[in-house]
C-alpha cells in the first residue's frame, strides 16, 4: 500500500487538521468532527447540514461556506457519522430559522440523520431532512435500499445553499432541495477499484481489461461488467441510463439540464473533458440543452479510477439558484 497518510486509524483526524490549516474562514472541530461556517448564526438564514462517509472529498466538507453548506460531519472512511456530531452540527448552526438535513440514501446516514432530527426537534430545534436519491444504475446495493444518493447532492446542496442564502423559509429550502433531487438522475463507472487506508488493498476485484458500469461511490457493484470501452461508448451506455430515468419523472424531454461530468479520485481532467465532450454530443443528439456544466472531482471514491454523470432537468428558478455566488474550498464563482 502507498498512501500519503501517517496512519489509517489517524488518516480522518489529520486530514481535518489540514483543512483548519488551509481554511481558517471555516470552524474545524477535529474532536467532534464537524466542519461549519464560522458565520453560521449570523444573518437569520436556514442552516444547512450534510455528511457521510469520509474518503469522498470534497464531499461534503469541501462545501460548506457561503451559498452552500452551513457544516459538515465526516465518518470514518466509508462509515457514516454518527448522530451526536449530526446534532452538534445542527445546534452550531441554527439561528432560529430552522435547519435542513440533506441526507444521501445509505442506510447508515438515513437512520443516523434520523435519529439525530428526532434529538434536535426535543431540543426546540425545527429540523427538516430531504433524501439524495438519484442514481439509476441499481435499486439496492450493499450500502442501501431503493436508489443511491451520488453526484446529485452537488445540485441539492449548491441550490438550496442558495436558496438559504437569500433568505428563504425552511419549508421553501426543502421544496427546492427535493425537486433538484426529483429533476436529477446519475450513472457511473469504474475502470478500477479504490483502496481504502483500512484495507490497505483493493475494495474489489476488477480484472485487467473490464469495467464496471453502474459503480457505487462505495465500490458497490454495478449493472455488469464488461470488456473495456471507448469513451464513447461509456457515454453511450451512461447517458442512455440517465435520460432513461429521466424520461420516468415526467419532465419536459427536451428541457435544459444540469450536467456533472464527476471524476471518481484518479481520472485526470484530460480524460473527464473528453468524456463531458462525448456526453455533449450524446445531449445535442437527443435536443437536450446543455444550461451549465461542470466537470471534475467533487464526489470521489478514494482513488478509483471513473466517472459519473448526472444531469438535472433546471428551470429558470433553479438555473438562477444555480448561478447565485458561492464561496467554498471547492466550489466558488460570482463572490
Not at 468532527?33 to 470534497?58: F, M, Q
Not at 471507448?230 to 424520461?247: F, Q, Y
Request: hydrophobic share 45%; charged share 20%; glycine share 12%.
Amino acid at each position: 500500500m502507498r498512501m500519503l497518510i501517517n496512519s489509517a486509524d489517524t488518516v480522518v483526524a489529520d486530514a481535518l487538521h489540514g483543512m483548519a490549516a488551509a481554511h481558517p474562514e471555516l470552524d474545524v472541530d477535529v474532536e467532534r468532527r464537524v466542519v461549519l461556517r464560522r458565520d453560521a448564526k449570523t444573518g437569520g438564514r436556514v442552516g444547512l447540514v450534510s455528511g457521510g462517509g469520509s474518503g469522498h472529498e470534497p464531499l461534503h466538507g469541501g462545501f460548506v461556506g457561503y451559498g452552500m453548506l452551513s457544516a459538515a460531519c465526516p465518518g470514518e472512511v466509508f462509515t457514516s457519522p454518527v448522530p451526536n456530531q449530526m446534532l452538534h452540527a445542527a445546534a452550531g448552526v441554527d439561528s432560529g430559522q430552522g435547519v435542513l438535513f440533506i441526507v444521501k440514501n445509505y442506510t447508515g446516514d438515513v437512520l443516523n440523520f434520523q435519529m439525530a432530527a428526532e434529538l434536535a426537534e426535543e431540543d426546540g430545534l425545527s429540523v427538516e431532512r430531504v433524501l439524495v436519491n438519484d442514481d439509476v444504475a441499481v435499486t439496492d446495493s450493499l450500502y442501501t435500499a431503493g436508489r443511491r444518493g451520488t453526484g446529485a447532492t452537488l445540485f441539492v446542496e449548491k441550490i438550496a445553499g442558495a436558496a438559504a442564502e437569500e433568505g428563504a423559509p425552511l419549508d421553501r429550502v426543502a421544496a427546492l432541495a427535493r425537486q433538484v433531487n426529483e429533476s436529477s438522475r446519475s450513472f457511473g463507472v469504474a475502470l478500477s477499484a479504490c483502496t481504502t487506508p483500512a484495507k490497505g488493498s483493493p475494495t474489489f476485484q476488477l480484472p485487467e481489461g473490464e469495467l464496471e458500469l453502474g459503480i457505487g461511490i462505495h465500490g458497490e457493484p454495478g449493472r455488469e461488467r464488461r470488456a473495456m470501452m471507448t469513451a464513447r461508448e461509456i457515454a453511450d451506455v451512461a447517458v442512455g441510463a440517465v435520460l432513461d430515468g429521466l424520461a420516468e419523472t415526467g419532465g419536459p424531454a427536451d428541457g435544459p439540464v444540469l450536467a456533472l461530468v464527476n471524476g471518481m479520485g484518479a481520472t485526470p481532467l484530460l480524460e473527464l473533458y473528453g468524456f463531458h465532450a462525448e456526453v455533449a454530443r450524446i445531449l445535442a443528439a437527443r435536443g437536450v440543452p446543455v444550461a451549465r456544466a461542470l466537470v471534475g472531482n467533487y464526489v470521489t471514491s478514494l482513488d478509483m479510477a471513473g466517472c459519473s454523470v448526472t444531469l438535472c432537468r433546471a428551470d429558470e428558478e433553479l438555473l438562477r439558484l444555480w448561478d447565485a455566488p458561492v464561496q467554498t474550498p471547492a466550489l466558488r464563482w460570482g463572490r
